[in-house]
């Protein structure tokens, strides 16, 4: 008999902040200089099965933003948003790329969110970040991998 196909499973269980940081460790002088911000979006997506628990997954997106005029640093601002997503009969060659694509852009939106609103109360010139492209982030970095590997086979 063949085994009977289930289908996938994919629910939002919950989303959070997992830590919020913001830091102006230049202020009050930075609010008096001529605004011509540099900014720098560092991000990192974790993964992993919660424990004892079948079918959970947590993802975490940690986006980090240092805003600096010149020398000197206006304000860091480091989310970690998270989630809890049940997933079943997905293949596990397919749950990386899930973990690192799908469900960051489903994440990306509260963290951007939170991330302006901060900035905001922090009396700092709005600041909106650019939608991104997870799989294309995700497709440089399989190849940065690959690359990397064909560097120590030789």
Not at 13 to 41: A, C, G, H, Y
Not at 88 to 106: A, D, G, K, L, Y
């Amino acid at each position: 008999m063949a085994e009977e196909q289930k289908n996938p499973v994919f629910n939002i269980l919950r989303i959070f902040n997992k830590d919020i940081s913001l830091e102006t460790p230049n202020s009050p002088v930075v609010f008096s200089e001529e605004w011509k911000p540099e900014t720098r979006l560092d991000l990192n997506i974790e993964h992993s099965k919660v424990e004892n628990v079948e079918n959970v997954y947590e993802v975490v997106l940690r986006i980090t933003v240092t805003v600096k005029l010149g020398e000197k640093t206006a304000f860091l601002c480091e989310v970690n948003q998270a989630g809890l997503f049940n997933i079943e009969n997905i293949p596990e060659e397919q749950m990386e790329h899930m973990c690192e694509t799908f469900i960051p852009t489903i994440l990306y939106p509260y963290a951007r969110e939170t991330i302006s609103s901060l900035v905001t109360k922090a009396t700092f010139p709005p600041l909106n970040l650019a939608p991104l492209n997870f799989d294309v982030m995700y497709q440089q970095k399989k190849a940065h991998q690959a690359e990397q590997q064909a560097k120590e086979s030789k």
